[in-house]
């Protein structure tokens, strides 16, 4: 014998009895359970934003956000693209002249008997984040980085004098050094990591 069960009722169905406890639904929200009580929906997020969790409290649509400035979110209708901003490679050099020009994200390795001075990079050469390196080997007497026009480097709370007549250098052999760019205009530059007894003039 066929049973035929038909529920007919203007009433919402309880969640006890398999229905929501609900009447109505928010449009593309995702349902979210509540013991016996109704079944609730989040509101509706947009392009990218995914579901993100609270303790104890219901989880909301949220937008991903970096702050490492390396990772760029590209929301789309049902996607989310993360892309990440390579860092310079630093190309070495050996320098056996007593002098060296230097270039955009480049390191040098003093190797002269004599004083090694390296040129900081050209102001029109360098942005945010140019990077320079700087390490010694078989040169008693060290190496200096001699500045531009206007340009300053800056090593915690110390900074060289401005222009031509600062420089950084070395007191021991293999002391070593990588500045980093921080201004548009190549102009200043920071120590972001030092070996040795460097010399700030």
């Known amino acids: 014998m066929a049973t035929i069960n038909a529920t007919n009722t203007s ?14 639904q928010t449009i593309h929200g995702v349902l979210l359970g509540n013991t016996t009580g109704a079944i609730t929906a989040t509101a509706a997020g947009t392009n990218g934003q995914l579901l ?9 649509f949220t937008t991903l956000t970096s702050t490492g400035g390396t990772i760029t979110f ?6 989310l693209n993360l892309s990440t901003t390579a860092q310079p490679s630093i190309t070495w050099s050996i320098v056996t002249g007593t002098t060296q020009a230097a270039a955009a994200n480049a390191g040098y390795i003093a190797n002269n008997a004599g004083l090694v001075t390296v040129t900081l990079i050209a102001a029109a050469s360098a ?24 340009q300053q480097i800056f090593f915690g709370t110390t ?3 401005g222009g031509v007549g600062g420089s950084l250098a070395s007191s021991a052999t293999r002391d070593s050094v990588e500045l980093v760019c921080v201004t548009a205009d190549g102009l200043l530059w920071n120590v972001v990591s030092a070996v040795g007894n460097i010399t700030v003039v």
């Open 74 to 79: 590209s929301p789309g209708a049902g996607t």
């Open 127 to 150: 942005v945010v984040g140019t990077k320079l390196r700087v390490t010694g080997v078989n040169n008693a007497t060290g190496w200096k980085i001699a500045q531009n026009a206007s």
């Open 11 to 24: 009433n919402p169905i309880s969640v006890a009895q398999g229905g929501t406890g609900a009447i109505t």
């Open 159 to 161: 900074n060289t004098t």
């Open 52 to 60: 993100c969790g609270s303790t104890g409290v219901a989880p909301v």
